[in-house]
């Protein structure tokens, strides 16, 4: 089957950094992607790794390693506006282009 | 701008009353998908299209219809709306040829079947 897991709940401090971990099991994979998501708001795109390693991209990274199915996205120096919903998704074979979602982990960032 | 456009964005309906969501991209993007977003489920794909005339099914499609007769526009139909088809609904699009293809996706519709 094709699942993804992340864990459903986090707490950091402002300032501080904090990791997501994302596990992936998909039958075809064509990239990963992370979206984050204020409450009641849609997803925005964040970041995207379709080769192992990681990419930089201001505050946040992100890092993949295919052979483990395994992503984590990095946040450093919290701010408060950060505090929302991290979505990992993963896309599949090209061609289908078909997406699939982990359920997010809802992020609060404390003072 | 570039933009996803659903409407309605709220709506309150009852059991059996045939509506349509609408949802519309000025990207020119070929691939365009709809998907509900419940607590503890997170997003699912209903339905996808790769380019005009193309749908296929996601993950959650029964009680949804779709259709791409224009390559912008993408309107989820519910024949006769249940209560279980009360969430909130996303219409995403992206460029099949975009350097790294994330979804854009619409501001969100959120639908309740009473």
């Known amino acids: 089957g094709q699942n993804i897991d992340q864990p459903t709940e986090m707490t950091a401090t402002e300032g501080a950094i904090v990791q997501i971990n994302c596990t992936y099991q998909t039958s075809g994979f064509n990239g990963l992607f992370w979206y984050q998501q204020h409450a009641g708001e849609a997803p925005t795109f964040l970041s995207y790794n379709v080769l192992d390693g990681l990419e930089e991209k201001g505050r946040f990274s992100s890092f993949l390693s295919r052979s483990k199915g395994y992503s984590y996205l990095l946040l450093k120096e919290l701010q408060m506006k950060d505090s929302a919903s991290y979505l990992c998704?993963?896309?599949?074979?090209?061609?289908?282009?078909?997406?699939?979602f982990g359920t997010g982990t809802r992020l609060k960032v404390l003072a | 701008e570039a933009q996803v456009t659903q409407n309605p964005r709220y709506l309150i309906t009852v059991t059996g009353k045939k509506l349509t969501v609408t949802c519309s991209q000025n990207?020119?993007?070929?691939?365009m998908s709809w998907y509900r977003q419940d607590p503890g489920l997170g997003l699912r794909q209903i339905y996808y299209?790769?380019?005009?005339?193309?749908?296929d099914k996601g993950d959650v499609p029964e009680g949804y219809k779709v259709s791409r007769k224009e390559k912008r526009n993408f309107p989820l139909i519910l024949e006769s709306p249940s209560p279980n088809q009360t969430s909130l609904y996303f219409c995403a699009s992206f460029s099949g040829t975009g350097a790294t293809g994330e979804l854009f996706f619409g501001e969100g519709s959120r639908l309740t079947v009473l």
């Open positions: 299209s790769m380019n005009v005339e193309v749908t």
């Open positions: 990207m020119n993007h070929e691939y």
């Open positions: 998704a993963v896309r599949g074979t090209s061609g289908t282009y078909k997406y699939i």
